[in-house]
């Protein structure tokens, strides 16, 4: 786990974060929404589904939709692997899954070192980015969860719960 150096940060200038890979980039969500972190299992494939969601898996007897982060943010697909996780999130009230391609790390960052991404954003789809985190040697890119899933999109998530 990666801690502020600065030891005079207040609780609420810390951010906990889930750092995940999507191919040689790091991402970020808010540790808040996430409920927790799962290998892979076996996705059943929804007829009809939008590209990027990649099925529905049964969670403790709940169903949930399962959506390949890589497609929504316009990378290429990659077949899973040994790393590959589905990280189970709450998006306003609903449980999806996000297929990543590997959990890194829990980080608690200082808020200062967090700044609004680049106008120009290449690689990814940048509506998706809310910040990008400045740590020792590499960038962070943080992603809201609720941009990723739009109003259409919590419409079939719904149905599929």
């Given at each position: 786990?990666?801690?502020?150096?600065?030891?005079?940060?207040?609780?609420?200038?810390?951010?906990?974060?889930?750092?995940?890979?999507?191919?040689?980039?790091?991402?970020?969500?808010?540790?808040?929404?996430?409920?927790?972190?799962?290998?892979?299992?076996?996705?059943?494939?929804?007829?009809?589904a939008?590209?990027?969601?990649?099925?529905?898996?049964?969670?403790?007897?709940k169903?949930?939709?399962?959506?390949?982060?890589?497609?929504?943010?316009?990378?290429?697909?990659?077949?899973?692997?040994?790393?590959?996780?589905?990280v189970?999130?709450?998006?306003?009230?609903?449980?999806?899954?996000?297929?990543?391609?590997?959990?890194?790390?829990?980080?608690?960052?200082p808020?200062?070192?967090?700044?609004?991404?680049?106008?120009?954003?290449?690689?990814?789809?940048?509506?998706?980015?809310?910040?990008?985190?400045?740590?020792?040697?590499?960038?962070?890119?943080?992603?809201?969860?609720?941009?990723?899933?739009?109003?259409?999109e919590?419409r079939?998530?719904e149905?599929?719960?």
């Amino acid at each position: 786990m990666e801690i502020a150096k600065d030891k005079n940060h207040d609780v609420q200038d810390i951010l906990q974060l889930v750092g995940f890979k999507m191919g040689n980039e790091e991402f970020g969500i808010d540790i808040l929404n996430v409920k927790e972190i799962n290998r892979m299992v076996k996705i059943t494939k929804v007829p009809n589904a939008p590209v990027y969601v990649e099925g529905i898996i049964n969670l403790r007897g709940k169903v949930i939709p399962v959506i390949d982060v890589r497609t929504k943010l316009g990378m290429p697909k990659k077949d899973p692997d040994n790393d590959t996780r589905i990280v189970v999130v709450d998006v306003d009230g609903r449980t999806v899954g996000f297929l990543v391609d590997s959990v890194s790390e829990v980080l608690r960052i200082p808020k200062n070192v967090i700044e609004a991404p680049p106008e120009i954003t290449t690689g990814v789809n940048s509506e998706y980015i809310t910040a990008v985190g400045k740590l020792d040697d590499r960038l962070l890119t943080l992603i809201d969860l609720n941009k990723i899933l739009a109003k259409e999109e919590k419409r079939i998530v719904e149905s599929m719960n």
